[in-house]
């Protein structure tokens, strides 16, 4: 497709449950991020991926939170032992470089029970 | 001091007014500045881009950018009922080396027809 792709839109768990968010970058982008969006907030930067690499991960908020991007395109998210905290719409943009314009997918809509 | 400011409106103007907002930001080493339009429910859409002092001019949008004041401002011309959008002010840290984007809370945008 020509934009970003995020599965699922929604995803409804319990508390404890272990999730993975994924996420299909704009075909050529080699940077992808991921962002998380509260009611009234602007997106919170979570990690930050150059190819397959993580250039930065310092806004993940602690280590229940992980992601890959084991073939440099296609990213996941996983959480692990959610908390009700981490509910929130999980965001991921593309681009072609560092510093250059980010477009954002539609984001997944995650609900911790 | 937050990273990125605005002032969360809501802001109101009648149809064919122009629109002006505003956004503040504390990094003095950063480079790139973006305005996103979000309607509700739905993710950030990039509008505009702008990376050097003075006015940038795309359409009814006009970016201006004042480094020495850490100021960034979006003007809507001509305004329309379907602007109507919280719109988000972003500001890559760290002066691009990183390419992550420090957010704004957002300005509500009401045009009203």
């Known amino acids: 497709g020509a934009g970003v792709s995020q599965t699922p839109s929604n995803k409804v768990t319990e508390k404890g449950k272990y999730v993975e968010l994924r996420c299909d970058p704009i075909s050529g982008h080699t940077a992808l991020y991921w962002y998380r969006q509260s009611l009234g907030q602007g997106p919170e930067f979570l990690i930050y991926?150059?190819?397959?690499?993580?250039?930065?991960d310092s806004g993940l908020p602690n280590d229940r939170f992980f992601a890959v991007r084991p073939e440099g395109s296609v990213s996941t998210l996983k959480i692990q032992r959610t908390e009700r905290g981490d509910s929130a719409v999980y965001l991921c943009?593309?681009?072609?470089?560092?510093?250059?314009?980010?477009?954002f997918g539609d984001g997944t809509r995650l609900s911790i029970l | 001091q937050k990273e990125v400011e605005q002032n969360s409106g809501p802001l109101s103007v009648p149809e064919g007014a122009i629109a002006s907002l505003n956004c503040t930001y504390s990094?003095?080493?950063?480079?790139?500045f973006f305005w996103y339009r979000q309607y509700s429910g739905k993710s950030p859409e990039l509008i505009m881009s702008?990376?050097?002092?003075g006015d940038k001019e795309d359409g009814r949008f006009t970016a201006q950018l004042n480094k020495a004041s850490q100021y960034v401002s979006l003007l809507i011309r001509d305004s329309q009922p379907s602007d109507s959008a919280t719109y988000l002010c972003a500001v890559n840290k760290d002066g691009g080396s990183q390419g992550n984007l420090i957010f704004g809370k957002g300005t509500k945008l009401s045009v009203k027809p």
């Open positions: 943009a593309s681009s072609r470089g560092p510093n250059q314009p980010q477009h």
């Open positions: 702008i990376y050097s002092n």
């Open positions: 991926f150059q190819g397959t690499g993580a250039a930065d």
């Open positions: 990094d003095r080493g950063s480079q790139s």
